[in-house]
């Protein structure tokens, strides 16, 4: 198991950019697979973006591609979502999440069993 802890959220203009941050907890955090989700008011909670083990490889949602960035630091135990370019669309809470024992990502939300918190992001119009 790892502990995640999300934060960088918080409230931006269309257009403008975040950059949320989730610390892990573990000296096993280099051999989970991450990713980003978010979850808006009344909807179903939704793959954004993903990362391999390594940082070697990616995925990203079609409604995120080319303006979100995934990224891991494993020296920190961190990963990152840049977020440029945002809409009011983008706004929703955000969730980092890991697979325990996968070096590889999945888009699918119950194949992660460790979950942060949440960061929430406002975009306002």
């Known amino acids: 198991q790892v502990q995640l802890v999300e934060s960088g959220g918080g409230l931006v203009q269309a257009g403008g950019s975040l950059r949320l941050s989730c610390a892990a907890s573990?000296?096993?955090?280099?051999?989970?697979?991450m990713g980003w989700f978010r979850q808006a008011p009344g909807k179903e909670r939704e793959f954004v973006a993903a990362?391999?083990?390594?940082?070697?490889?990616?995925n990203y949602a079609d409604s995120v591609k080319g303006r979100f960035t995934i990224s891991r630091d494993n020296a920190k135990n961190t990963v990152y979502l840049q977020m440029n370019s945002l809409k009011p669309e983008d706004t929703a809470v955000y969730y980092c999440?890991?697979?325990?024992?996968?070096?590889?990502?999945?888009?699918?939300?119950?194949?992660?069993?460790?979950w942060g918190q949440g960061t929430q992001v406002t975009v306002s119009s």
């Open positions: 999440a890991a697979i325990s024992g996968s070096f590889y990502y999945s888009t699918r939300v119950h194949d992660y069993d460790n």
């Open positions: 990362v391999s083990w390594n940082g070697g490889s990616t």
């Open positions: 573990g000296r096993t955090f280099s051999s989970y697979a």
